[in-house]
């Protein structure tokens, strides 16, 4: 199994590995992936090493359309309770995390609700981080300029970038990694940002002055697939069908702040009630928030890429 590393693969290990080698009386052996390219070389040299991949959804949908992925058994892998976008016929979504609206309650005592709150530079005056990378920002921006969360996809890019630019002499940072974006808020650097939902969670509870909404949260969600031509592909079918099953699924909350991928986990009885209101993914918090279109991404991430760095530089 090659995860992201770090807090989420701990996570997964005790959610998700540990109680499957269990039950199917195997090992399973870790390894780190960072990029769809490490799996592209395996697949394309004949000399796949790894059985199990996780990568970022829009990832899963590239390789997918590049043939790298197995296709899944249906009859083994369930994925009733996880949601359509999130399924392809070679991968499927793994688990959640949330881009969220965070402030500084020291200088934002009213607080926010809505991405138009962050754009709107008068009513809240302050310093601003956005993440420097276009998924999710394309999303915030046409949200913030009225967009129905229905009828986002597919992207307004000439409405999202103009409305980009309204907001941008007020970004005081332009953040590149969830560590910094924690710092940001946790040292007062900014007074609002976009921030991954458990990196927000990670420092209020180390007591930073922030709170955030779940309101317009721009859900995203790691995937995995088998690479083609793994060496143990039944048995990692097998494996693959019970990390997103709801019995698993509903364990990863107790472990890290991002939510489970399959919905049923929340009629499992093993979240209480008060965990269940708190995660990003329960059935309260998920109807306000908007699911990222991988496959959209998939087929545009290239040129908006482009036109943001281009963007980033005017």
């Keep these: 199994m090659a995860g992201g590393g770090g807090a989420a693969q701990d996570a997964q290990r005790k ?14 052996n870790e390894a780190t992936v960072n ?4 799996v592209r070389l395996q697949v394309q040299s004949g000399a796949v090493s790894w059985d199990i991949v996780e990568l970022g959804a829009d990832d899963c949908a590239v390789g997918s359309k590049e043939g790298l992925w197995e296709p899944l058994d249906f009859n083994i892998v369930k994925t009733d309770g996880i949601d359509p976008k999130l399924v392809g016929k070679d991968w499927v979504g793994y688990f959640y995390y949330s881009t969220v609206l965070a402030w500084n309650t020291g200088t934002v005592p009213q607080g926010m ?7 709107n530079v008068d009513k809240f005056p302050g310093e601003r981080g956005v993440y ?8 915030m921006a046409l949200l913030a ?18 409305k980009l630019a309204e907001l941008k002499p007020h ?3 332009w953040w590149e990694s969830g560590a910094q974006s924690a710092q940001l808020i946790k040292d007062g650097s900014v007074d609002m940002l976009e921030i991954w939902n458990g990196r927000v969670n990670a420092v209020i509870k180390d007591g930073a002055a922030a ?16 690479p083609k031509g793994s060496k143990h592909k039944d048995l990692a079918m097998k494996a693959l069908a019970m990390f997103i099953s709801p019995e698993l699924q509903a364990r990863f ?17 093993v979240l209480t009630q008060e965990q269940i209101d708190a995660n990003l993914a329960s059935p309260k918090n998920i109807r306000n928030q908007v699911i990222v279109d991988s496959d959209w991404w998939a087929k545009n991430m290239a040129a908006m890429t482009e036109r943001w760095n281009n963007f980033r530089q005017e």
Excluded at 15 to 28: C, D, Q, S
Excluded at 35 to 38: G, S, Y
């Design 15 to 28: 959610a998700f590995f540990e109680p499957t080698a269990k039950a199917l009386g195997i090992k399973i």
């Design 132 to 139: 420097n990378y276009p998924r999710g920002n394309l999303e």
């Design 145 to 162: 300029d009225g967009v129905e969360p229905s009828k986002l996809y597919p992207l307004d890019v000439d409405r999202a970038f103009k």
């Design 253 to 269: 909350p107790l472990y890290i702040d991002y939510g489970p991928i399959n919905s049923k986990a929340f009629e499992t009885g």
């Design 113 to 119: 609700n809505t991405w138009a709150d962050f754009f």
């Design 35 to 38: 990029f769809i390219q490490e």
């Design 211 to 226: 709170k955030y909404t779940f309101n317009q949260g721009i859900l995203n969600a790691d995937c995995i697939a088998i």
């Design 171 to 173: 970004v005081g940072v």
